[in-house]
């Protein structure tokens, strides 16, 4: 079993900052790509960045030189910078991950956590 637990969530003013953190934790053989997404109420899911085992890393366009998503390997670890934050960032952030337990690939998501931007 693998379990990924978030926090660093809240209430921030816009243009505040916030800096989310991801842990996978449990019966892990490897982490591959990990990633951030968020919903915002009455809308689906959507995809906020992701980052590969080697750094490589993909952002929405919405968040483009505001957010910056990095990773610890020896913590199996991804974290979400979260600068210049509007309303519309407003949401509930999920992590994920592809990882390898065992003999078994999956991807394994997070609770999310709550993150709140006051205009």
């Known amino acids: 079993q693998v379990q990924l637990v978030e926090s660093g969530g809240g209430l921030v003013q816009a243009g505040g900052s916030l800096r989310l953190s991801c842990a996978a934790s449990g019966s892990i053989f490897r982490v591959n790509a990990m990633g951030w997404y968020r919903q915002a109420p009455g809308k689906p899911r959507e995809l906020v960045a992701t980052?590969?085992?080697?750094?490589?890393?993909n952002y929405a366009d919405s968040v483009k030189g505001r957010f910056t998503i990095s990773r610890d390997n020896t913590k199996n670890t991804v974290y979400l910078q979260m600068n210049s934050l509007e309303p519309e960032d407003t949401a509930v952030y999920y992590c994920?991950?592809?990882?390898?337990?065992?003999?078994?690939?999956?991807?394994?998501w997070g609770q999310g956590t709550q993150v709140t931007v006051s205009s």
């Open positions: 980052i590969t085992s080697g750094g490589s890393t």
């Open positions: 994920n991950a592809d990882v390898w337990s065992g003999s078994r690939r999956y991807l394994q």
